[in-house]
DNA sequence: GGGGCATACGTTACCGGTAACTTAACTCTT
DNA sequence: AAGAGTTAAGTTACCGGTAACGTATGCCCC
């Protein structure tokens, strides 16, 4: 099996449809017409090259279909920044799971948050030749952009909600929806308000979220009294010890926003564990609304939004455009508001 | 960017190294060498050459080098049971950003831990060439086996550790951990246990930490009384009802054995919001040592094992075998219990 | 019984690169 | 000054399929 020796290795074991053809005393094009189906073949014929075809294990190669230009890749090319934060994974299994259903493959990015690592990734698969791109995000750096732009192929920007995408755009209003918690945590009371996140060299979905959050809570009276961006990923624990730093710095803050569910979760967990009650002492709104909320006493105060959904949506209309549908080119998928119980709605 | 007219589309702003040649004035054999940085040209050449790559946009085609046969594609085939679960998504991400740094990329397939969706995701991915094939699990059908060792390229086989593998498998022993974890509750002074976890149509790693589990239970003078496996996912709410139905069933039960963390949890959850003292009225243990873990004042009695590592290693064993290196066969990566608090181990 | 027309093939060319070989113009020897 | 070696190219063939076209039968029907 492993490719010790080269020159004997690299074709020894791949049978291509000469071999197949040849073995069953036919042309390679009977046998192509055969395996595609196509019709103008005996049905003697069929049999011989079938025989063939399962006697030798034959595989198609499709590199050979595709690079000689009679039919596009099945290949999508889908960027996504970091799997370890759950809703992307869930975004990947949308998306990954309904284009299987149309016989194509994801070819995976992870592109860590930067344009430089998505301008690097875009390169190298589209060099590929993939009938698609489904990007998380809708900053690119300019070369990303010509190159997209030059490809030719279907573009779907997932996440953040582009009302002039490169192409076709699905997701949320990042902004609406950090303003409606804004404007949320306001009206039940709220007035010194901190948040936690992470920082990111690029403007980002979360930093929206934050925009309208801010613009929502100071427009309605009460004030964003600290902003912590820290220098980590967005999980459990920097929401832990993030809290810890917020209240130090600000023992005023009557309630956090949390760049999303994990780092709100870990906010409340150090609460509850320095003997704080939530949302007595301190009221907790995250985002994203994650699968552990279902078990969880407490409900979490956040937003809903369907990743699942969102995936499987932004596979779809990359479906339909290669099939030639018209697609509108920017779905909003919607988010919903979770009052929950980590924020005291009868402060008033 | 649609391709909505497809003869004027499909090849139209695709720049080939002929229309680079001729722009530049020179050979494409020419131009193919100043691209691969092999020498026999000019710097006067070269440049031409680069000045016309850039103007035209030009991207290599690499689709064309692998199928002349010149060298492998960088694609690896990665196959994951599904992204729901936490684990996975985090071997994927070991997986994808170790290729990541070779140049490699993923062709993601989720099997949905179904071996008809593997032998079928198998067989389309083979026919785009790639250069191997990371597997999760250890079985796979016989047709899927047959394809494989046809192909002629590294296979990983990862998560259940396979002492006589395709050909690479690295993973941890799952009827070890379960073992130990039966042993471990056993010597605290459990007698009767209960499990839950779901059921799945094929053998698999959750059915040997179970077998493990049981065997050393019963070995050590316990008895797995009820055995709760749920036709569901594998995830927090399935943990948190199946405890209520292994609870109701089996009253009895001093302790609760989860097929993995979330459904640990999710039972959890499920015991506290029934006022159950956990551990006092009942242990609860699960396995994987997820990272919520991490903000949890009581820490969860679990196994730990290093998700990440396991995919990086994965990747890194098929690089170097694909650059010619010597490679162990079979790579334990090793598990650690966590004794946690949620069991008591003061119980004697 | 010969022209028209399916049917069942085979032949050729091509996709975009690269290996292997060839060629033309220099340079350097002896 | 002729032969050898080097440099900077160009030419040809090939990878594995498929479109487009060519061709050899057999059959029917006026």
Same mark, same amino acid.
């Given at each position: 099996?492993? !490719?010790?020796?080269?020159?004997?290795?690299?074709?020894?074991?791949?049978?291509?449809? *000469? +071999?197949?053809? $040849?073995? =069953? %005393?036919?042309?390679?094009?009977?046998?192509?017409?055969?395996?595609?189906?196509?019709?103008?073949?005996?049905?003697?014929?069929?049999?011989?090259?079938?025989?063939?075809?399962?006697?030798?294990?034959?595989?198609?190669?499709?590199?050979?279909?595709?690079?000689?230009?009679?039919?596009?890749?099945?290949?999508?090319?889908?960027?996504?920044?970091?799997?370890?934060?759950?809703?992307?994974?869930?975004?990947?299994?949308?998306?990954?799971?309904?284009?299987?259903?149309?016989?194509?493959?994801?070819?995976?990015?992870?592109?860590?948050?930067?344009?430089?690592?998505?301008?690097?990734?875009?390169?190298?698969?589209?060099?590929?030749? !993939?009938?698609?791109?489904?990007?998380?995000?809708?900053?690119?750096?300019?070369?990303? *952009? +010509?190159?997209? $732009?030059? =490809? %030719?192929?279907?573009?779907?920007?997932?996440?953040?909600?582009?009302?002039?995408?490169?192409?076709?755009?699905?997701?949320?209003?990042?902004?609406?929806?950090?303003?409606?918690?804004?404007?949320?945590?306001?009206?039940?009371?709220?007035?010194?308000?901190?948040?936690?996140?992470?920082?990111?060299?690029?403007?980002?979905?979360?930093?929206?979220?934050?925009?309208?959050?801010?613009?929502?809570?100071?427009?309605?009276?009460?004030?964003?009294?600290?902003?912590?961006?820290?220098?980590?990923?967005?999980?459990?624990?920097?929401?832990?010890?993030?809290?810890?730093?917020?209240?130090?710095?600000?023992?005023?803050?009557?309630?956090?926003?949390?760049?999303?569910?994990?780092?709100?979760?870990?906010?409340?967990?150090?609460? *509850?564990?320095?003997?704080?009650?939530?949302?007595?002492?301190?009221?907790?709104?995250?985002?994203?609304?994650?699968?552990?909320?279902?078990?969880?006493?407490?409900?979490?105060?956040?937003?809903?939004?369907?990743?699942?959904?969102?995936?499987?949506?932004?596979?779809?209309?990359?479906?339909?455009?290669?099939?030639?549908?018209?697609?509108?080119?920017?779905?909003?998928?919607?988010?919903?508001?979770?009052?929950?119980?980590?924020?005291?709605?009868?402060?008033?």
């Amino acid at each position: 099996m492993p !490719p010790k020796n080269p020159e004997k290795n690299s074709k020894s074991n791949k049978v291509s449809l *000469t +071999e197949v053809a $040849r073995a =069953a %005393g036919v042309s390679k094009m009977t046998a192509s017409r055969v395996l595609r189906d196509e019709g103008g073949y005996s049905e003697q014929t069929r049999i011989k090259v079938m025989e063939q075809v399962d006697a030798l294990g034959y595989l198609p190669n499709r590199l050979a279909t595709v690079f000689a230009g009679d039919q596009s890749s099945t290949f999508i090319g889908v960027s996504i920044p970091d799997l370890g934060n759950e809703v992307f994974a869930q975004v990947l299994e949308g998306i990954d799971r309904k284009l299987g259903t149309f016989g194509y493959q994801s070819v995976l990015g992870l592109t860590q948050h930067t344009l430089q690592e998505e301008e690097n990734w875009i390169r190298t698969v589209l060099s590929w030749q !993939p009938a698609g791109l489904i990007l998380t995000g809708r900053y690119h750096s300019a070369r990303a *952009t +010509e190159m997209l $732009r030059n =490809a %030719g192929i279907p573009v779907v920007e997932i996440w953040d909600l582009n009302s002039s995408p490169l192409d076709m755009s699905v997701g949320i209003n990042h902004f609406d929806s950090g303003f409606d918690m804004g404007r949320y945590l306001v009206s039940v009371g709220y007035r010194d308000i901190g948040y936690v996140g992470t920082s990111h060299d690029t403007a980002n979905a979360a930093t929206e979220r934050l925009n309208g959050f801010c613009k929502a809570v100071e427009g309605a009276g009460g004030a964003v009294i600290k902003q912590l961006c820290l220098h980590d990923t967005a999980t459990y624990y920097p929401g832990f010890y993030g809290t810890e730093q917020l209240l130090v710095s600000a023992p005023e803050t009557e309630c956090v926003y949390y760049q999303n569910d994990a780092m709100a979760f870990g906010g409340l967990q150090y609460c *509850t564990g320095k003997g704080l009650d939530v949302p007595g002492d301190i009221g907790i709104a995250g985002w994203g609304d994650l699968p552990i909320a279902s078990v969880m006493s407490k409900r979490l105060t956040s937003c809903h939004v369907s990743h699942l959904k969102l995936g499987q949506k932004a596979a779809e209309m990359m479906m339909a455009r290669l099939s030639g549908e018209a697609v509108p080119n920017c779905t909003d998928i919607g988010f919903r508001l979770i009052p929950g119980s980590t924020v005291d709605n009868s402060r008033h």
